[in-house]
């Protein structure tokens, strides 16, 4: 995946808000949004880490895309964000069959998943006998708008006065980052 970088400039006076690793916590973002007594004339940077470890993934994802529409919110990817998208979003057979591995394991070490969560609401199997290749057919035709949104995101929110981003800089030159033919920031092995 290519570093995505994303530069704007805050409108003076407006209050900026930042969290990051929700984890599927919906509820605790809640509370973190009432606490900060969070409206829509503020800016919301999520700084990535949306989903998984939590049993509420899909309802932070849905509950962000909500708030953006309302307000100005910036979401940024996180490494966990950036692994289950391209897991799900793959078509290569032997890619899924980690993923599954993967979210079977994560269940059990974090009592939730995002793929286990989709699988429920689509009725589906969640487990070593499932047909891997007809779940992620389901999950990308119901997910769809869930999936574009946690794949367009950005890696990087660069402002005059601040950057963000979830997992940390290789270097300070964002140039060496940006644009095609340049290394990615983050990579898959």
């Known amino acids: 995946m290519r570093t995505r970088i994303e530069r704007t400039e805050f409108e ?12 599927g916590h919906l509820k605790t973002l809640n509370l973190a949004l009432d606490k900060a007594r969070y409206c829509p004339d ?5 700084v ?37 998208t391209r897991f799900l979003l793959s ?24 793929l286990e969560e989709m699988c429920a609401e689509l009725n589906l199997p969640f487990d070593e006998k499932m047909n891997i290749a007809q779940t992620l057919f389901q ?20 402002t005059p006065a601040s950057r963000f981003v ?6 300070e030159s964002l140039a060496l980052l940006d644009g095609p033919g340049n290394p990615p920031l983050v990579r898959f092995v």
């Open 12 to 23: 003076q006076g407006r209050r900026v808000l930042a969290l990051s690793d929700i984890h």
């Open 42 to 46: 503020d800016i919301l940077v999520v």
């Open 48 to 84: 990535g880490d949306m989903i998984e470890k939590g049993a509420q993934s899909l309802g932070v994802v849905r509950k962000i895309m909500a708030l953006s529409q309302k307000g100005t919110v910036y979401a940024l990817t996180g490494n966990v964000d950036m692994w289950m």
């Open 91 to 114: 078509g290569d057979p032997e890619t899924q069959h980690e993923l599954v591995k993967n979210a079977l394991n994560a269940k059990k070490w974090w009592g939730g998943t995002t």
């Open 139 to 158: 999950v990308r035709r119901r997910y769809s708008d869930e999936l574009s949104f946690l794949n367009g995101l950005p890696t990087i929110l660069d």
């Open 166 to 171: 979830h997992g940390g800089l290789p270097h």
